[in-house]
């Protein structure tokens, strides 16, 4: 690949760039400078030989600047003219700043680990339609984290079933009910005949609790079934639906809430180990988490660092950071963010969870979270009911300032919950 002049020690104020922080492990043979001008040009401007088709183009004012080279930690950062780019099309943007490169051979290994985008990209983008404050408003909840559930078995129940386990979920305590990540319209658990009855479910729950209660519809499809289904959704007076934004791609994301306009859009994660896990190569969660704010998700899966799955309490804490703060400085990210006013979005701890972690995780997390719980509440030796009671009980405890435990003693679900699983 023709070198352009692409490293720029000198260079610092990516604030009107689109910049990315990138670490690599160049192949054998190939020099850390060589591997950093070979992503430059590749993800830009570059071609891999001399050619002498660029008339016309303005090849410095649109080449990047790669910066900040570390070569003990493999580590650059890339700041790349934001005329490269059509700022409202993510899609196009991954295309270019992680896309082919890689699969140069000039390249091991290769991870993406965080992203900056401009005032002007921010807004070209929607960001989501209600946020914390919106999402707190539909609920009316304030003052503590929401609690919900994920019907289990994940897949399996009919219909009536999984509308049951709803109800008794709503009933012992919980704000919200989801769909698991996996269930959308199969012959055992048809979408509409699930929608309807899990909503009458929710209506007699609400009559009864004196709560607003949510659930959470999965509606992950090809795109013009998801959209039927958001619609079906709104007209049988939900509030909500879910998708899952890895799956789904990117400019699926982008549909869905560019059409959606009255309900809360919960975004699953699944999938995302495939990108995400491999500590040399891929994507960080931090990186997606800031593009699904910008793309329109209200709510978002981020890790809980006390349950089942991987990512500790420094990197789970720098991707609420990223979604929630207006301003990000310093604060466990690599790469700047300021939002421009636009929303944050609610971070959701999910994954073997159980109410005995809850005073862990709202230590680490505070109270603007929503805390999921499946097999934690569903296994309550006395089932569902009691295991949403032990759960609310178990974030009553902290706010109130005791030991889960102490709280125990006169709460007799979540001392049965902490006899199943500890504290």
């Not at 570390?70 to 934001?82: M, R, S, V, W």
């Not at 009316?140 to 609690?147: E, F, I, Y």
């Amino acid at each position: 690949m023709e070198s352009r002049g692409y490293i720029d020690e000198d260079f610092s104020d990516y604030s009107d760039h689109l910049a990315t922080s990138v670490f690599v492990e160049p192949s054998a043979g190939v020099s850390f400078k060589k591997a950093v001008d070979h992503i430059c040009g590749e993800s830009s401007i570059g071609t891999w030989t001399d050619v002498d088709t660029a008339v016309g183009m303005d090849a410095q004012g649109l080449k990047p600047h790669a910066f900040d080279l570390d070569e003990n930690a493999g580590t650059f950062k890339i700041a790349y003219p934001l005329d490269l780019f059509e700022p409202d099309n993510i899609p196009q943007v991954l295309s270019s700043v992680a896309g082919n490169i890689y699969g140069m051979k000039a390249i091991e290994n290769l991870r993406v680990i965080d992203i900056h985008m401009p005032k002007a990209m921010i807004k070209s983008l929607p960001g989501p339609e209600f946020g914390i404050d919106g999402v707190r408003g539909v609920l009316g909840v304030t003052d503590r984290p929401l609690v919900g559930t994920i019907v289990k078995p994940k897949v399996g129940l009919p219909y009536k079933e999984h509308a049951r386990i709803a109800y008794e979920s709503w009933a012992g305590g919980c704000d919200i009910v989801k769909d698991d990540e996996n269930l959308t319209s199969q012959p055992f658990n048809p979408f509409k005949e699930r929608v309807v009855e899990t909503l009458a479910a929710r209506d007699r729950a609400e009559s009864e609790t004196g709560e607003k209660k949510v659930y959470m519809a999965n509606i992950t499809a090809e795109t013009d079934t998801m959209l039927e289904r958001l619609d079906f959704i709104a007209e049988n007076s939900g509030r909500y639906c879910m998708i899952d934004v890895i799956t789904l791609g990117f400019s699926a994301v982008q549909t869905v809430r560019a059409h959606n306009r009255s309900l809360v859009l919960h975004a699953h994660r699944a999938m995302h180990g495939a990108l995400t896990r491999n500590k040399k190569m891929g994507i960080t969660m931090l990186a997606l988490a800031k593009l699904y704010r910008a793309m329109g998700c209200d709510q978002l899966h981020i890790g809980t660092a006390v349950g089942k799955m991987e990512g500790g309490p420094e990197e789970v804490v720098a991707i609420r950071d990223s979604i929630v703060k207006d301003e990000i400085e310093g604060q466990g990210t690599i790469l700047n963010q300021s939002w421009h006013g636009m929303k944050p979005v609610f971070p959701v701890c999910s994954g073997g969870m159980h109410p005995g972690l809850i005073d862990d995780l709202m230590g680490i997390m505070g109270q603007d979270i929503i805390i999921q719980l499946g097999g934690g509440i569903h296994g309550h030796p006395r089932g569902t009911t009691p295991g949403a009671m032990a759960t609310r009980q178990a974030v009553d405890a902290v706010l109130a300032g005791k030991t889960l435990p102490e709280y125990g003693n006169d709460h007799k679900e979540l001392a049965e919950a902490l006899d199943t699983w500890g504290d």
